[in-house]
């Protein structure tokens, strides 16, 4: 017979997963089905990746959101100059691969889907470099990974977390790019989702993973403006 402690432990090892899994499909319907314009997807993704951590904490009395959400200024620099590193490298990859894969659907790929233009693109982005990467940063780091390994193994907690980061991303990505690009961007995902794991494991917030999650997102973003802008 389970003892209470070992009852609580194994509810947390089981439902954490759940509630992403449950999250990262309902955000798939909503970006691959319903299409409800960027606004509207925004804000349901605000609303699950936000309330679901909420009623977790709530309902298990464990005050992980204070500690995620801890601000600590160690490996600032080091995480700056990945960062930097990072928004080069992925605008590298972009230049080397434009003429071998067409990015030519991407932007009317946004239009059709979301609403995003050349008109409204750089608010889209400032959103997107700024607050939906924290918001990620605190389902899939501080939810999915910092909380999750505490009722299970590293291992697990660091592969889930990121292979949910990444595969969170398939829906989005219909119709932006081929298959091979996808595939890439994919493993890419996975492979970020580790290094940011990797940051947060040894602070047990998500800082420095945000901070570098935010250069990612403006080396995009700067490649959606040369696309819109072309």
């Not at 801890?70 to 490298?89: N, P, T």
């Not at 299970?152 to 989005?172: G, P």
């Not at 996808?182 to 493993?187: A, D, M, R």
Request: hydrophobic content about 55%; glycine content about 6%; aromatic content about 16%.
């Amino acid at each position: 017979m389970l003892r209470e402690s070992d009852s609580k432990m194994y509810m947390k090892k089981s439902i954490i997963p759940i509630l992403v899994v449950f999250a990262c499909v309902i955000m798939g319907i909503v970006d691959a089905v319903i299409q409800p314009g960027y606004m509207g997807k925004s804000l349901i993704k605000v609303t699950l990746f936000l309330l679901i951590p909420i009623v977790y904490s709530l309902f298990t009395k464990d005050d992980f959101i204070s500690k995620v959400m801890r601000a600590d200024r160690r490996g600032f620099s080091f995480a700056l100059i990945l960062g930097v590193g990072i928004y080069f490298a992925i605008l590298g990859v972009y230049f080397a691969l434009r003429n071998v894969f067409d990015f030519s659907a991407l932007t009317s790929s946004l239009n059709e889907t979301t609403g995003v233009n050349e008109e409204n693109f750089l608010w889209v982005a400032l959103y997107i470099s700024f607050v939906n990467s924290l918001l990620e940063e605190f389902f899939f780091r501080g939810f999915a990974f910092l909380t999750l390994k505490k009722s299970t193994s590293k291992v697990f907690a660091y592969v889930f977390s990121s292979a949910a980061f990444s595969l969170y991303h398939i829906a989005m990505m219909i119709g932006w790019f081929g298959v091979p690009v996808i595939l890439i961007s994919l493993l890419g995902l996975f492979a970020g989702g580790l290094i940011f794991n990797k940051f947060d494991d040894k602070r047990e917030n998500i800082y420095l993973s945000w901070l570098v999650h935010m250069f990612a997102n403006f080396s995009i973003n700067t490649i959606g403006l040369i696309l819109f802008a072309g």
